[in-house]
């Protein structure tokens, strides 16, 4: 089962980051950790730093992946973010949270919803 749901979300990853690519997004980081947790992605779009929150299900029986994002995990994705822009020097840089839900269901194909500013 854990296996299973890890394959999920890589794909789900490199699908959402295949996505933003082909959107002319520039990747900055993947899964950035530091001590407070971890991104999924970093991109920068037209000089504006985004910070991607992926979520992959295989249905929407609990609802969608925008809708799993809890204000604990919103606050903790802040932090991140201000981590990452304290190491790299970008303090001060525009910024938007995005999320990117894909619904990949067994034997389906990958369907992509990205809410760009999602909090």
Avoid: W
Avoid at 15 to 27: D, F, I, N, R, S
Avoid at 30 to 39: D, F, I, K, S, V
């Amino acid at each position: 089962m854990v296996d299973h749901r890890r394959s999920l979300g890589l794909e789900g990853e490199n699908t959402a980051l295949e996505y933003l690519l082909c959107k002319g997004y520039e990747l900055l980081a993947r899964n950035y950790r530091c001590r407070l947790g971890e991104m999924d992605l970093v991109m920068r779009d037209q000089g504006r730093v985004i910070f991607v929150e992926v979520r992959t299900k295989s249905t929407l029986s609990y609802g969608t992946g925008l809708e799993s994002i809890t204000y604990r995990k919103r606050t903790k994705l802040r932090r991140v973010a201000e981590q990452f822009l304290a190491r790299y020097s970008l303090q001060g840089a525009d910024l938007r949270f995005d999320v990117v839900s894909i619904l990949h269901p067994r034997g389906g194909q990958p369907t992509v919803d990205h809410v760009e500013g999602a909090f």
